[in-house]
């Protein structure tokens, strides 16, 4: 007799093959709509099964004398096998540990790309078991499902960094104070950068670095990558690097990359934003905020605002302790931005059209990012939009102002649409009929 789950997929497949000659040209636009939404949902239940039979499967693996069932699963289906490793260790986390994540995907409630997000969250915070207990990870479980409803992977993967400051704010400032502190030591002692000639007129730079420098770093590059920055080389431009040597060298003893490497880190502390190009209408700028109080602690976290365009961010995020926001302060060229104390002047009213790079900076503290409905584009590629329009009355103030992209920001001077503001402060758009 045939199993159920064999029968019920021998169904969905037998009922995608009745429509595999469907035209979608011709469907109405709620049509394509609800058939999307459905079919998104489906593939979250499908993923849900299949990984619910992968935790279960390591009989296959022992027949066949694979290393796993992931072995199994990927030489079979011919998919990767880090693919298939990736699942079968969320698989076994949806069996033991995760059952309200693994209930909401049977209901078609969270993809499998949210689920992944969710567990490395949760995995996360089973690593700060000392401070964190098992009904906290519980609750962080729930509220993070909960929120699948609304946001995409990539929101869910800021929320899960923050988790604690919803579910248990009394503990989460110490606990991501030591995870981070944690980090930083671990990321000074693995620092490196090594340089090696391909023969072909080419170089290759390798280098492991601090998460904040790194990030520092892609801001900078931001200013080049930027379309809308003109070709051409800036002017100003320091000269180029000069021949490194050890001689002279007090620490000796410490391995040539790794010299390099904090050699790397210095520049980067050391190098002026304003000899940079202009873009985003403001020299480039890293930006820390931190509130005042957090500051003057001892263990406190502040935010690093920048490129943010650093794969692993779901790790690691854009933070870093007090101590070493306070001694960026005082040796790198950055703008801290100290919540709670002395502050720039950023609301000038009807002084002047054009928003200050006060003003925009501290937009950027606000949004991060494009405030349309979806869009992640960073806030440094963006630009400081009116809300009431300056022409009618509107302030240039903080109140009034807004960062939209600048696909987002033509479409909201674009008569054929309209706007909608949502709770949340973001611009929903609607094509007008």
Not at 370 to 377: F, I, L, M, Q, V
Request: net charge negative; glycine share 8%; proline share 6%.
């Amino acid at each position: 007799m045939t199993h159920p789950i064999v029968a019920a997929v021998t169904d969905v497949r037998a009922s995608l093959k009745s429509v595999a000659d469907a035209n979608p040209t011709f469907m109405s636009a709620d049509d394509k709509a609800a058939a999307l939404t459905e079919l998104v949902r489906a593939e979250g239940q499908l993923a849900e099964l299949r990984l619910r039979i992968l935790a279960d499967a390591g009989d296959l693996a022992h027949d066949t004398a694979a290393k796993d069932a992931a072995g199994w699963l990927a030489q079979q289906t011919r998919t990767r096998y880090a693919d298939a490793r990736t699942d079968l260790t969320l698989a076994a986390a949806l069996d033991r540990e995760h059952p309200v994540l693994g209930a909401a995907m049977r209901e078609g409630e969270a993809t499998l790309a949210q689920a992944h997000v969710i567990h490395r969250a949760l995995d996360a915070l089973t690593a700060l078991l000392a401070v964190v207990d098992t009904d906290t990870i519980a609750q962080a479980e729930a509220h993070l499902v909960a929120q699948a409803a609304e946001f995409g992977p990539q929101e869910l993967g800021r929320i899960g960094r923050r988790i604690l400051d919803v579910i248990a704010p009394e503990i989460a400032e110490a606990a991501e104070a030591a995870r981070l502190a944690d980090l930083e030591a671990h990321a000074g002692d693995r620092t490196r950068l090594s340089m090696r000639r391909i023969g072909d007129g080419t170089t290759r730079i390798s280098s492991v670095v601090p998460d904040a420098s790194a990030t520092r770093f892609a801001t900078y590059l931001e200013a080049y990558a930027n379309p809308r920055q003109p070709s051409g080389q800036p002017s100003g431009q320091p000269a180029g690097p000069g021949s490194l040597t050890t001689e002279g060298d007090p620490v000796t003893r410490l391995a040539y990359p790794k010299r390099l490497g904090q050699a790397f880190v210095q520049f980067l502390e050391a190098i002026d934003p304003t000899r940079l190009p202009i873009h985003g209408g403001d020299a480039t700028t890293v930006i820390v905020t931190i509130p005042l109080a957090s500051l003057q602690a001892d263990l406190a976290t502040a935010d690093l605002i920048g490129a943010g365009l650093v794969p692993g961010d779901d790790h690691t995020g854009e933070r870093i302790t007090a101590a070493q926001a306070r001694r960026l302060a005082c040796t790198a060229k950055i703008l801290p931005a100290v919540l709670g104390g002395a502050s720039l002047p950023v609301d000038l009213g009807r002084a002047r059209r054009l928003f200050t790079p006060a003003q925009r900076k501290a937009l950027l503290i606000r949004d991060r990012t494009c405030r349309a409905e979806g869009c992640d584009t960073p806030g440094t590629w963006c630009e400081a939009h009116h809300l009431d329009p300056w022409h009618t009355g509107g302030p240039t103030d903080l109140n009034n102002g807004i960062l939209l992209c600048s696909h987002h920001h033509h479409r909201a001077h674009d008569t054929s649409y309209r706007t909608e503001r949502l709770p949340s402060g973001d611009l929903r758009y609607h094509r007008r009929r």
